[in-house]
């Protein structure tokens, strides 16, 4: 009987054993992604001949994490199961614009919000889309940023803002995946990019 109950008792164990060995199969592999593309403008040093600030720019909840999202029908959001963005959409958009700004050569001097000194101008933003669309067999990219820009040196509260806009872009993705959403992205970013410095100089010529 002793012995009967102790190999009921190995049984047990090797049957949870070999319960915990089946649960720890491979992960699967994650691929991560970021947008990449030239500086699409450059200019004379210092046309302006200020500082500016790019503020860390703000999104839309739905795009404040690493997910790739892609929308296939209304009031439905999926996305890519083993494939996700490197960086925030939000950091993505503010870091790649600050340095677009920077080659465009536009200002002095193009800071961060971690640098102290003072500047007269501050950009501030939302990214409100940042997602893949698919209608009618066809992919493309979605990006949507609402941005200010702001004169801190202005004492009148009503000449404060410069311009504020919302700029909505849109790119064909050249291939399903991960991969190809990035490269979709990547090119409606440079567009939005070269929009809005545009629009600065041309809000900024003769103040």
């Known amino acids: 009987m002793k ?3 102790i190999l009921l008792l190995l049984f047990g164990l090797l049957i949870g054993l070999s319960g915990c060995l089946g649960g ?3 992960q699967p592999l994650i691929r991560q992604y970021v947008l990449e593309y030239p500086p699409p403008l450059q200019g004379e040093p210092s046309a302006v001949g200020t500082t500016i600030r790019v503020a860390r720019f703000s999104a839309n909840r739905l795009y404040s994490g690493l997910a790739m999202l892609y929308r296939q029908e209304d009031n439905r959001r999926e996305a890519y199961p083993e494939h996700r963005w490197r960086v925030v959409p939000a950091d993505m958009v503010t870091e790649f614009l600050r340095r677009d700004l920077r080659e465009a050569r536009l200002f002095r001097a193009v800071l961060s919000p971690r640098d102290i000194e003072e500047v007269r101008y501050s950009l501030e933003g939302e990214v409100e ?3 893949e669309r698919r209608e009618g067999g066809e992919r493309k990219a979605f990006l949507t940023v609402a941005v200010t820009l702001l004169d801190l040196s202005s004492k ?7 311009f504020q806009n919302t700029y909505r872009l849109e790119s064909p993705i050249p291939e ?3 991969a190809g959403f990035a490269v979709g992205m990547s090119r409606a970013m440079s567009q939005f990019s070269r929009q809005v410095i545009s629009d600065i100089g041309s809000a900024l010529r003769g103040r």
């Open 3 to 5: 012995k009967a109950w």
């Open 24 to 26: 720890t199969g491979r």
């Open 156 to 162: 009148e509260s009503a000449e404060l803002v410069v």
């Open 129 to 131: 889309e940042f997602l």
């Open 176 to 178: 399903k995946g991960g």
